[in-house]
T-cell receptor
Framework: EDQVTQSPEALRLQEGESSSLNCSYT??????LFWYRQDPGKGPEFLFT???AGEEKEKERLKATLTKKESFLHITAPKPEDSATYLC?????????????FGTGTRLQVTL | ETGVTQTPRHLVMGMTNKKSLKCEQH?????MYWYKQSAKKPLELMFV???????ENNSVPSRFSPECPNSSHLFLHLHTLQPEDSALYLC?????????????FGQGTRLTVV
């Protein structure tokens, strides 16, 4: 069974204080690993897709990396508007349609 | 309109009511999904439709009944729900063509069963 574990569950940072969020996964044949951002009461917003170990993607203050067992979302010099829940999901190779297995997320709060 | 649109945004229903959630995608995708999001739990996949055909039913109780009349529209019909069914229901779509592609989500319907 595919599994995704995210840590920490919650993270409080001061503005400008860089940190990393972790996503550990087990999947029977990784097709892709996804990072989403979710604001309260809203649907998840797509951030990145990573396909193979060693791959990195960047967007503004966010950088996602992937190994064979885990992914990290690095946040450099965060701002209060980066406060949100960050979700990690994996997509397995099985089946005819894309199915995502999600973690429980990391709730990030960035304060002034 | 663009993206994935869900209506209504909020719904309060009694346990004996019948209601429907609607989802429409304007992305030209061929796969659509219903997910359930409860507090402190990961998103749970409920149903998958690919080219209007249901390809996945994740042991969802029969009080939830999906309908996909075409590749752009998806419904979730609800009847005789329980209070524990209160959650955020999310619709998503993706282009499933053999390559790994991301799913795009709607804003969700916040359902409260009283």
């Amino acid at each position: 069974e595919d599994q995704v574990t995210q840590s920490p569950e919650a993270l409080r940072l001061q503005e400008g204080e860089s940190s990393s969020l972790n996503c550990s996964y087990t999947v029977s044949g990784l097709r892709g690993l996804f990072w989403y951002r979710q604001d309260p009461g809203k649907g998840p917003e797509f951030l990145f897709t990573l396909y193979s170990a060693g791959e990195e993607k960047e967007k503004e203050r966010l950088k996602a990396t992937l190994t064979k067992k885990e992914s990290f979302l690095h946040i450099t010099a965060p701002k209060p508007e980066d406060s949100a829940t960050y979700l990690c999901a994996v997509q397995a190779r099985t089946g005819t349609a894309s199915k995502l297995t999600f973690g429980t997320g990391t709730r990030l709060q960035v304060t002034l | 309109e663009t993206g994935v649109t869900q209506t209504p945004r909020h719904l309060v229903m009694g346990m004996t009511n019948k209601k429907s959630l609607k989802c429409e995608q304007h992305l030209g995708h061929n796969a659509m999904y219903w997910y359930k999001q409860s507090a402190k739990k990961p998103l749970e996949l409920m149903f998958v439709y690919n080219f209007k055909e249901q390809t996945e039913n994740n042991s969802v109780p029969s009080r939830f009944s999906p309908e996909c009349p075409n590749s752009s529209h998806l419904f979730l019909h609800l009847h005789t729900l329980q209070p524990e069914d209160s959650a955020l229901y999310l619709c998503a779509s993706s282009q499933d063509d053999g390559a790994s592609t991301e799913a795009f989500f709607g804003q969700g319907t916040r359902l409260t069963v009283v």
